[in-house]
């Protein structure tokens, strides 16, 4: 198992190098100058070359490469001073470190995501289990409509809706803002209530369906009724072996559901008004702030891939074959 | 058209002996296509620590009637009529409460693959633990060393380690041990094993059938055995039943009804089969046609369209009557005992040399 | 091409004919095993056949018997070339065709066919039957006289099919019709040698036999040789002229059918017979020898050293770990019975004076004298 953890670490770092170069690469090649874009209009070639200089434009590209890399691990000097370990340059925009713009606005979008992952799989497994539970009944038909209809929503569509139902005709509830964690754990809550729900009801419908079908299947199986042939209650059969053996295909579509729960969070973003790391990332593309648009989409990499081994970790704890093999 | 004539079962009162008794059963799919009648009509006794071979090739109703033995049917698609009488008691009629009493513990099942019939999620100690902490209300440490000293009477090699395995890490012949464990932990006054040699090696399977018989004789269970493969119900069972198309054909000791077959199905089957002292020079005598649909079952004995000797039958009985099985040692079939003798030892004995 | 093609003309109904027509020598198939840490490599390899020495003659039909994981699939698989050899040499009317290329194994693909065990998923649901039967006709460019229709419905007609069912599809079938398709389908470019694996063990008994006769039929008559993979000892014997007996990888018992079943000299092979059951027709058929073994068959991965059946065996001794005994016509042995063992067993399947039983927990149970009958 550790040698199994391992080996997916080493694989995580060799991935995220290649995600950096081709990143790197694919950016740098394009024929563009950011310097005179980092200058703006009224620019005189000698500040041109000040700037080109302190961004380090005029060294080679595999200089720059080798530069931008060894930041990562062991951080950088510019010329607005020393810039600590995880360094992923400059903006050229705002010319603020790249890292301290993301770790700015990373704690909203990290809210945003693990509220609404919490909130779907709470009902969306729920009710799958319910309708499975309650199968061919009144129950079983209305949440398996309810997930249908539900399923063909959108975040630009339901966003709007609920905002103007609950925010503005109504005024039960505020616009939905951030507030840290830290500070005040309820007010963080109630102010993403209504993202969190709008986001959260697009991936429930498909987590219900999901787990009812899974679920339903699961009772099919030969050793599911060798445990009611033995005598287990309907409900101790139900919750020990063939909600065991769902939960594997769900964690499997879960991690295949983790970079589309990331682009939720973006247009969630958008849709509330809401400065998460969604928001930075496409301002910064819209500005050509390439080291801002590069710094984001390899920590949105580097997140994917460490929730990907904590997937794999979850397959070996529910599945003993693929922990002793 | 079809005159179903009235069948055995309502006359016939509990034996003795009998320990379960079905009685009539009818069990009935409602499926997309259409019904399926899975069992028609069927009875028959289990003694008190004697084995029942159920007899039958695939869709003959044979598994079908021992999940409802035990309830396992799902109830939504599924009709139930008849008997089935356990103790004095009615399973036909019993609530979910009841049968989940009675599962595991005076009745349990030993199914054909151990590999699926095991969940992969737990370990073998802790799946044969469970039926004895329901059923005995035992401690979790008592049910352990029960699992292991099960586990040591059906012959897995260190026990006390390999209660904890889980069932991937043992291997088929283990798996098919564990799971008759598990079946015999509480144990029950009827195992009914269906087909639980079927997915194992041939030297495997001998050293399990023998493993159930002494087993049988340790704990005295009565034991119904479901198998498509007359060699190994030859040498497990007390007595036989052979079942077609959802009914039974032919009854009788295994003695009686494998040295006198007295239905053609039998004879079909007997001789339909290689044997290790067979003549090879002799070329095989198959049943023709394949068998029947139970969603569209013939009209009177199912077995006709496959039978050589529904000439011998005055008129059409054979495609309009239902053939009655009688009582004890019988045949459901409309040739007179004398055909049946006469055929049997002019054209059937010989194709069995 | 098609001409030379040409069937020798009952050749093989009489049995075992002199020329060899498959003669494999040596033949080793290990797959590997990958792990190991940091990176993986191959740590071992699965030896799934092991130097299988093994001939088939013109129209002669061998059966190839043994439990799961004894290779017998994989040795039937190495033959029709469908997997790579590991070494050894498999040489088809004279030709070496262990590594034949694609192209140099054209002609020989045609002559050598495979009936393979499960007719529900070998053959494919979104093509007719016609289709399924005249495709490797079109594969191989043979065009027979009259064309390939005419011929698939006569090919249908031999295996006992309706040839208006041509232009059905395989689910319209049941499974004893779809072996017969499959049959068909290796018939259409008539073939000298046949590799059935397990051709009738998804049947069900009574249609076992049609297709058992069926493949009788076809072997007599059209003298094709058959190499028939089962693990069902009865309905090898009723179809093999000789037969080999394989135990995790190797050949450890060959010879005619009488011999192997009659008077055989493996231990395994006896116990093998022994575990067979039966139906008691007569008291006769119950006075058989009564051997049973302990536990499973071994991992292939790390098969036990000298003799591989040595671990479970009841005459083991210690020259069984070091030395591998050769497949070899032992003393007592007729022509061309051959038998790996260093201390076999007396020639004959008679019960003995007392039962052979290994495995601990019915040694335990019969401790007290309950033997139990059969």
Known sequence: MLQFLIRRLIGAVV??????????????????????????????????????????????????????MTGIVAGRDFP?????????????????????????????????????????????????????????????????????????????????????????????????????????????????????????????????????????????????????????????????????????????????????????????????????????????????DLPLTMGIMLFGAFFILILNIIVDLAYAYIDPRVRLS | MTTLTKTEGDKAPTGPGSFLSVRDLRVRFSTEDGIVKAVDG?????????????????????????????????????????????????????????????????????????????????????????????????????ARERAIEMLTKVGIPQPRTRVD??????????????????????????????????????????????????????????????????????????????????????????????????????????????????????????????????????SGCPFHPRCAFTDKVSGNRCSTERPALGEGRAAACHLTAEQKQTIFIDTIQPRLR | MSDNLTLPAQQGSTGASTEALLKVEGLTKHFPIYGGFPIKRKVGAVQAVDNVDLTVGVGESVGLVGESGCGKSTTGRLITRLLEPTGGKIEYAGQDITHAKRKQLAPVRSEIQMIFQDPYSSLNPRQTVGTIIKSPMEVNGINPAGGREK?????????????????????????????????????????????????VSALDVSIQAQVVNLLQKVQEEMGIAFLFIAHDLAVVRHFSQRVAVMYLGKVVEVGDRDSIYNRPRHPYTHALLSAVPEVAMDDETENRERIRLAGDVPSPISPPSGCRFRTRCWKAQDKCATEE????????????????????EEPSIEARSEDVVMDPALKALEKDGDVPKG
């Open chain 1, 15 to 68: 991935i995220m190098f290649l995600i950096g170069a081709f990143t790197f690469f694919l950016f740098y090649t394009v024929p563009q100058d950011f310097a005179a874009l980092s200058c703006g209009k009224n620019c005189s070639p000698e500040n041109l070359a000040v700037i080109r200089e302190n961004l380090g434009l005029d060294k080679p590209i595999t200089t720059q490469f080798w530069e931008f």
């Open chain 1, 80 to 288: 607005q001073g020393h810039c600590s370990a995880p360094c992923l340059g400059v903006s050229f925009d705002s010319g603020n470190f790249v890292w301290d713009s993301i770790v700015d606005r990373f704690p909203l979008t990290l809210s945003l995501t693990v509220g609404g992952l919490v909130i779907f799989l709470t009902l969306g497994l729920g009710s799958g289990l319910l309708a499975a539970w309650k199968r061919g009944t009144v129950v079983d038909k209305v949440v398996s409509g309810a997930s249908i209809v539900l399923s063909s929503f959108q975040i630009y569509l339901l966003g709007p809706i609920v905002l103007g139902i609950l925010v503005y005709s109504s005024g039960i509830m505020e616009n939905p803002k951030y507030h840290p964690f830290t500070e005040n754990p309820g007010t963080w809550a109630l102010g993403l209530l209504i993202p969190w729900v709008v986001m959260a009801t697009i991936f429930t419908a498909q987590y219900t369906r999901m787990s009812r079908s899974t679920m339903i299947e699961q009772l099919q199986e030969e050793h599911v009724r060798t445990a009611r042939a033995k005598g287990m209650s309907q409900r101790y059969v139900f919750f020990r072996y063939a909600w065991r053996g769902s939960l594997i295909p769900i964690v499997t579509i879960l991690g295949i559901d983790l970079s589309a729960l990331l682009a939720g969070a973006v247009v969630t973003e958008f849709t509330f008004d809401l400065p998460g790391l969604g928001r930075l990332a496409v301002d910064s593309s819209l500005t050509k």
């Open chain 2, 42 to 142: 069927l009875s028959f006794d289990v003694e008190r620590g004697k084995t029942l071979g159920i007899v039958g090739e695939s869709g003959s109703g044979k598994s079908v009637t021992n999940l409802t033995v035990l309830g396992l049917h799902n109830p939504k698609s599924t009709t139930v009529e008849g008997e089935i009488i356990l103790e004095g008691r009615d399973l036909v009629t019993a609530s979910e409460k009841e049968m989940e009493k009675l599962r595991g513990n005076k009745v349990a099942m030993i199914f054909q693959d151990p590999l699926t019939a095991l969940s992969p999620y737990y370990t073998v100690g802790r799946q044969i633990a469970e039926p004895f902490m329901k059923h005995t209300g035992a401690s979790k440490r008592e």
């Open chain 2, 165 to 298: 395995d889980y069932p991937h890490q043992f291997s088929g012949g283990m798996r098919q041990r564990a799971m008759i464990a598990m079946a015999l932990v509480c144990d029950p006054d009827l195992l009914i094993a269906d087909e639980p040699t079927t997915a194992l090696d041939v030297t495997v399977q001998a050293q399990i059938l023998d493993l159930l018989k002494d087993l049988q004789q340790e704990f005295g269970s009565a034991i119904i055995f479901i198998t498509h493969d007359l060699g190994v119900i030859s040498d497990m069972a007390d007595d036989l039943l052979v079942m077609y198309s959802g009914r039974a054909v032919e009854r009788g000791s295994v003695r009686e009804v494998l040295r006198e077959p007295k239905h053609p199905y039998t004879w079909g089957l007997l001789s339909s089969m290689p044997r290790l002292g067979g003549d090879t020079s002799q070329a095989l005598n198959p049943i023709p046609g394949s068998p029947p649909s139970l969603l569209n079952p013939p």
């Open chain 3, 151 to 199: 011929r698939v419905r006569e090919l249908l007609e031999l295996v006992g099919l309706n040839p208006e069912h041509y232009n059905r599809f395989p689910h319209e079938f049941s499974g004893g019709q779809r072996q017969r398709i499959g049959v068909a389908r290796a018939l259409a470019l008539n073939p000298k040698l046949i590799v059935a694996d397990e051709p």
């Open chain 3, 325 to 344: 005994p050769p497949l070899v016509q032992i003393s007592g042995n007729r022509e061309n019975h051959l038998t790996a063992c260093h201390f076999p």
